[in-house]
């Protein structure tokens, strides 16, 4: 693996089926972020994580939950998955979450949709 | 609340220059980003400002006003690979990126 990836690509999911969108990165980055991205808005943040261990809740976290077990990994579940919750996915990473040059290397992302 | 503010859509000719605003209300400010995404792609990082003043980077340049909570993204010698969405982010007190909507970039020949 070079940089970060998600899984799947695409996904169509029934409305209240749990789902959960894999990112790995092998940059050793501490810092990863899940993102929504919908047309005429910006880039959204769900949930993000500084450091393996711990997650904090971005902008948009209802309905959506992470974990950090460790460096690479910073999956998204769905618990129950709603018709709002059709979008295009990204993770991201950064070396650290703080001042600094650290710009955020994002995933080629996950699209979504919800019937 | 917070805000970042650019043009919805632009268009330009092959060759050209141009110039992408971006405005910004946020709670603090700990830097301003630029990104391009083509369309169906992820956003790949572009520039850093964090003082005030140009950066310059190849064919692209960014500027920064923290005083006039404003930035601009400078494109010269227009390609038709210069055909993308630009996003224009703000780093706020809490080191979180807050997203503008993006400014469609039209390269026409």
């Known amino acids: 693996i070079a940089g970060i990836t998600q899984a799947p690509t695409s996904q169509i999911l029934a409305a209240g089926r749990r789902m959960t969108l894999r990112c790995t990165q092998d940059m050793r980055h501490n810092a990863m972020y899940w993102y929504r991205q919908d047309l005429g808005l910006g880039l959204r943040l769900i949930h993000y994580?500084?450091?393996?261990?711990?997650?904090g809740k971005g902008e948009v976290p209802d309905g959506y939950s992470v974990s950090r077990a460790n460096t690479d990994d910073f999956p998204l579940t769905l618990a129950s998955a709603v018709p709002s919750q059709t979008s295009v996915y990204f993770c991201?990473?950064?070396?650290?979450?703080?001042?600094?040059?650290?710009?955020?290397?994002f995933g080629p992302g996950t699209r979504l949709t919800v019937l | 609340g917070q805000n970042i503010d650019q043009p919805t859509e632009m268009t330009a000719t092959e060759g050209a220059i141009v110039q992408i605003n971006c405005t910004y209300q946020t709670s603090g400010f700990n830097g301003l980003f630029w990104y391009q995404q083509h369309a169906g792609e992820a956003p790949t990082f572009l520039s850093y400002?964090?003082l005030d003043g140009l950066e310059e980077k190849g064919r692209f340049s960014s500027f920064l006003s923290r005083s006039k909570g404003y930035s601009y993204l400078l494109l010269k010698e227009l390609q038709m690979k210069d055909s993308a969405s630009y996003l224009c982010?703000?780093?706020?007190?809490?080191?979180?990126?807050?997203w503008g909507a993006g400014t469609k970039l039209i390269i026409k020949p």
């Open positions: 400002n964090v």
């Open positions: 994580s500084n450091t393996a261990g711990t997650t």
């Open positions: 982010a703000v780093r706020d007190s809490n080191y979180q990126l807050i």
């Open positions: 991201a990473s950064s070396l650290t979450p703080g001042q600094g040059h650290n710009e955020q290397f």
